[in-house]
């Protein structure tokens, strides 16, 4: 089983739509969620990070499930500026450890 | 942003060539990564450096030799490469510490290397 599978989309959202994707992790111990976006031949860029049940800044919303292990992040209010690759990234490491990416989910915002 | 830097940003050598790749980070942090992202793939986790000392090497081949000689700097030494190394190679760090809210990981801008 993957570490972390989320759908690779692409999701088409016309503009100012909200969008919701979820990502499902094998790894019980995992304690920290990431969200990094990246953009097309960019790095990866956080966006957020959830160490309890979940977080939100501004427009983003994520929402942790444990029991089910999975987590999900919600986009309000899309702007054309959100087209991008989502990754969702589980840490169960100590400190200084690497971290395991996905394909992630790809986002196309319509105007 | 300035946080992570990285340089060259693009490069393109030949398969006898040899050449290093430097991360340099701003951020007081005491660990850092390379990862490799071919094309279309998922982000590879390649070595990892925590206080100067390699901590975690993911069965990297032998021609890609890392070099940490302080917790700013990173170099990624190239030699004998494949055309299949071709790739985007991205730097990251982090605090480096067991606290939570210390395991985010900040990227550079990466090298975009094609070895021709």
């Known amino acids: 089983r993957k570490e972390v599978e989320q759908d690779p989309g692409p999701f088409n959202v016309p503009e100012g739509a909200t969008v919701a994707f979820n990502c499902t992790y094998s790894n019980s111990a995992s304690q920290s969620f990431f969200w990094y976006r990246q953009d097309c031949r960019k790095e990866p860029k956080l966006l957020m990070s959830?160490?309890?049940s979940g977080n939100e800044d501004g427009r983003f919303t994520a929402q942790l499930n444990r029991a089910s292990q999975y987590i999900s992040l919600l986009i309000r209010d899309s702007k054309l500026s959100d087209s991008a690759t989502y990754l969702c990234?589980?840490?169960?490491?100590?400190?200084?450890?690497?971290?395991?990416f996905g394909k992630g989910t790809h986002l196309i915002i319509q105007p | 942003e300035t946080g992570v830097t990285q340089t060259p940003r693009h490069l393109v050598m030949g398969m006898t060539n040899k050449k290093s790749l430097k991360c340099e980070q701003h951020l007081g942090h005491n660990a850092m990564y390379w990862y490799k992202q071919s094309a279309k793939k998922p982000l590879e986790l390649m070595f990892v450096?925590?206080?100067?000392?390699?901590?975690e090497n993911n069965s990297v081949p032998s021609r890609f030799s890392p070099e940490c000689p302080n917790s700013s700097h990173l170099f990624l030494h190239l030699h004998t490469l494949q055309p299949e190394d071709s790739a985007l190679y991205l730097c990251?760090?982090?605090?480096?510490?067991?606290?939570?809210?210390?395991?985010?990981?900040?990227f550079g801008p990466g090298t975009r290397l094609t070895v021709t």
């Open positions: 959830v160490y309890s």
């Open positions: 990251a760090s982090s605090q480096g510490s067991a606290a939570q809210g210390s395991y985010e990981q900040y």
């Open positions: 450096y925590n206080f100067k000392e390699q901590t």
């Open positions: 990234v589980p840490y169960s490491g100590g400190g200084a450890d690497g971290l395991t």
